[in-house]
């Protein structure tokens, strides 16, 4: 039989972490050996504690009071266990301190230089020994003398007397054993003794500690209303601890109703399914009022707090104006770690509590407050901080009128109830309704919080049931989270943005996109937005929101471009006549772009045509078209139309299908300079991509002048840039990236190409590596802004013959490295990394090698 067998009952024996542990190498047991020491009693006649250096003989007492003699090797207080050794067993195994009483060592431990009793008394008297008591977990009491004690963060050790001379036992029992622990006599029989007390008043006195320690935290926060700060912060710890029960039940345990009356009421609300239980008793005679709300108060365990002495902090105040504060009947009172607590007549109201988290963009925790109290207070107290200018005595008073009708005793009942009640009454829960003050005010706010921060798109994301809404921000090309709000928002919320747009509220089965002109909705701030609604699962519907830039064009110098990329691309625009292509995926800025050509080439001689969908950038003097699919209106045959309009340039925003293609090529060859954008991953791929819907390669051939591929990179924050001298392998690993992208047969030597890019890049002889650990400005991310990476390639003759045969995209590429100036997007980025514009892994996520 094992040891586990003997101190542990038959059914623990059976589950899994009632095993022994793995058992410590044996030099590890060693150390901890040397490094633990047996406590002695707190007295100078007793050697003082020796490091444990060989294993004693000792008694185990396992959870089921069987005993077990084996040897104990040391304690290990760090990890909690016991290592031991069984008899007849080689290998020492560990014991938690969760899996035994006690630990008696059998070696006594004798005082120094004392053989009698007599000299024990004469030198310590009867003072040393002393009672003890303790509660064990398994609710058994033990009680006994001991020659003192010493207590450990991991547990108690005791040394019971043998004899009369001083000699003791040594025993240990860990904190996982027992529940409380006393020395000396109970402070009862001390008075009793002393014929201070009798014993019936004793016997009282334990009966009102037993009360008071068996209290409902409910019981106490009626009787002693929180005043302080310290105190909520405690009593709202303790409240989330507490078990939910329902409020019949709590109402029968409590002793305000009988069994039999709760049944009557129960049969009653079967015919009267809207009345709340309590609401039913009050009615029914069977309880008072006033000690529903004590029951109520102490089945939600809420603490209470007095609204006239707690110290209202003003950044609470702040949070929520005295408009919201009166009409929801609330008293804000702290604010700590971005939660704002609150006073509330009725603390379980769901409808409150979103609202409040939705207008703080917080976490809002409610108390329970005395209604007269909190109405009182709100108007004093705000003015008091100053913070009551925004609202007219008038709209005080319909505020207040309304605050107290809502705020009835009825509602606050069914509220309760329904917070215990089943999911069915919960989905019941009325929706926020589209025209909502609260709702405009959101949707108007997180517009224009995106714009202020450089927010590209805004996504709309609707969650099914009652999961809550996400709002997420796009920067840089990167999204993050911005706002959840509460499924009752849900609908409402994307009802109002499709009004926004003129979009049909009515129709959730097929998408919609539209334009949101926010000028409309706040005339200070002249902003436009492209609107998509996306049906999704479940009946619902997502929308993404881009906003579209109204300011002027960027110059055309100001790209970014290569001092290379730039002359080809200036040489290519100054054509009479041509086609010039920007590829690559959306969001790449290809728009932004042909507007910084358009820039450059719009003077007073010229007239410009573009179709557009949607217009995002405007500048005076072009003549834009807005493209309008749903009534034929399509970029064909605006193309169509503009040749008959006498123009010297069009800009089509996007080559669709083979019919625009056509078009814009023809358009091209009849004396007109053509620009245009096309989804394609490079340069030598629009070749291919164009040729296979279904271009005659010689028309294409003699059209097109150039290619310009792009992509956005993130960009170090020039706030907290800082470089240092680029190591070896840093360099050998950009020159790796940047020569492997050239035909093998065009390949420069590592040699000249670092010569060139110290004459580009270096300084003081040596090349720098740029990083950036972030600041408040860049949010920490230590990149801010974006960069673009450019691969342009001029249509040369030799090119020219390779579209003509309808050549694979990897032989125009190796043609196009030919001209000694084409560089691919993975080159360009390494270029603009050498500069300290960005980082390598940007570069790498947004190019191919």
């Not at 300079?673 to 989804?679: A, E, G, K, N, P």
Request: glycine share 6%.
């Amino acid at each position: 039989m094992t040891l586990a067998d003997t101190l542990f009952p038959k059914e623990d024996a059976k589950t899994p972490h009632h095993g022994l542990p793995k058992t410590p190498a044996a030099g590890q047991d060693k150390a901890q050996a040397q490094a633990f020491n047996w406590p002695a009693p707190p007295f100078a006649i007793y050697q003082s504690p020796q490091s444990w250096r060989e294993p004693e003989e000792c008694d185990i007492e396992g959870l089921n009071g069987a005993i077990r003699r084996c040897l104990l090797i040391t304690l290990d207080p760090g990890r909690k266990v016991a290592v031991i050794q069984i008899e007849q067993s080689k290998t020492p195994v560990s014991l938690p301190f969760s899996q035994f009483l006690r630990i008696t060592l059998k070696k006594l431990l004798h005082p120094q230089e004392i053989s009698t009793s007599e000299q024990f008394s004469d030198i310590l008297g009867h003072r040393a020994i002393v009672d003890y008591h303790l509660q064990l977990k398994n609710s058994t009491k033990v009680s006994g003398l001991t020659i003192g004690c010493v207590e450990t963060d991991y547990g108690l050790f005791l040394f019971p007397p043998v004899g009369q001379e001083g000699t003791i036992e040594r025993v240990f029992m860990p904190h996982e054993a027992f529940t409380s622990f006393t020395l000396g006599s109970h402070i009862g029989k001390v008075l009793v003794d002393h014929q201070i007390v009798t014993e019936q008043q004793v016997e009282q006195a334990a009966e009102e500690q037993n009360y008071l320690r068996n209290r409902k935290l409910g019981d106490y926060l009626l009787d002693t209303a929180v005043l302080f700060p310290e105190q909520l912060i405690q009593a709202l710890a303790q409240q989330s601890k507490m078990p939910m029960i329902r409020v019949g039940e709590a109402l029968t345990l409590l002793g305000y109703i009988s069994d039999d009356q709760l049944k009557l009421a129960l049969e009653k609300q079967k015919t009267e399914r809207s009345v709340p239980i309590g609401e039913l008793l009050v009615k029914m005679g069977f309880l008072t009022r006033h000690d529903l709300i004590t029951a109520l108060a102490r089945k939600m365990g809420y603490p209470v707090v007095d609204v006239k002495q707690f110290p209202i902090e003003d950044a609470a105040l702040k949070k929520i104006p005295m408009s919201t504060a009166l009409r929801l009947n609330v008293m804000p009172l702290m604010l700590r770690d971005n939660m704002t607590v609150v006073a509330a007549v009725d603390p379980t109201q769901r409808k409150m509590l979103e609202e409040l988290e939705f207008l703080v963009q917080g976490r809002v925790i409610a108390t329970l407050g005395d209604e007269v109290q909190i109405r009182q207070k709100i108007r004093e107290t705000y003015e008091k901080f100053g913070l009551h200018h925004n609202v007219v005595d008038g709209e005080l008073d319909l505020l207040e009128e309304t605050s107290a009708e809502r705020s009835s005793s009825s509602e606050l009942l069914e509220s309760m109830e329904l917070n215990s009640g089943d999911e069915a009454a919960e989905e019941e829960e009325k929706a926020i309704e589209q025209s909502d003050n609260t709702l405009v005010r959101l949707i108007n706010t997180m517009i224009i919080e995106a714009h202020a921060r450089g927010v590209s798109d805004i996504h709309v994301e609707s969650q099914p049931r009652r999961a809550k809404v996400r709002i997420r921000f796009r920067k840089d090309g990167m999204l993050s989270p911005y706002l959840e709000l509460p499924h009752t928002y849900r609908a409402a919320l994307v009802a109002r943005l499709k009004i926004m747009a003129d979009l049909d509220i009515s129709e959730r089965r097929k998408p919609q996109d539209g334009k949101i002109n926010f000028s409309k909705f706040s005339k200070k701030h002249r902003l436009e937005l492209r609107i998509a609604t996306i049906p999704t699962a479940n009946g619902l519907e997502d929308v993404v929101m881009r906003l579209l830039a109204s300011s002027k064009p960027i110059a055309m110098n100001k790209l970014g471009l290569t001092e290379v990329n730039y002359t080809q691309l200036h040489d290519a625009i100054s054509r009479p006549y041509g086609m010039v292509l920007c590829v690559g995926p959306t969001g790449s800025g290809k728009t932004t772009t042909l507007h910084s050509v358009l820039g450059f080439l719009n003077t007073p001689d010229r007239k410009i045509w573009t179709a557009e969908d949607p217009i995002e950038i405007t500048q005076p003097d072009l003549r834009q078209v807005q493209i309008n699919p749903k009534i034929d209106w399509t970029f064909a045959k605006a193309l169509r139309s503009f040749l008959r309009a006498d123009p010297d340039i069009i800009m089509v925003g996007e080559i669709r299908d083979a019919e625009t293609a056509q078009i814009a090529i023809e358009a091209s060859l009849t004396g007109h300079m053509v620009l245009s954008t096309l989804h394609t991953n490079s340069a030598a791929e629009t070749v291919t991509r164009l040729i296979d819907m279904g271009m005659d390669p010689f028309n294409f051939a003699d059209s097109l002048l150039a290619v310009l591929a792009q992509r956005l990179a993130r960009k170090l924050c020039t706030t907290c840039r800082t470089s240092e001298r680029a190591t070896d392998d840093y360099v050998d690993e950009l020159l790796h990236d940047y020569l492997h992208a050239f035909p093998e047969a065009l390949r420069p030597t590592r040699d000249d190409m670092l010569a060139q890019w110290l004459h580009d890049f270096g300084s003081d002889g040596s090349l720098k590596h740029y990083h950036a650990p972030g600041c408040p400005k860049c949010m920490g991310t230590g990149l801010s802004g974006r960069v673009g990476l450019h691969e342009l390639m001029s249509v040369n003759p030799g090119v020219r013959r390779l579209i003509q045969t309808g050549a694979r995209s990897e032989l125009v590429q190796l043609e196009a490295f030919q001209s000694g100036k084409f560089r691919t997007l993975r080159q360009d980025g390494i270029g603009k990394v050498l500069a300290g514009l960005t980082t390598i892994e940007e570069v790498r996520a947004n190019s191919n090698a």
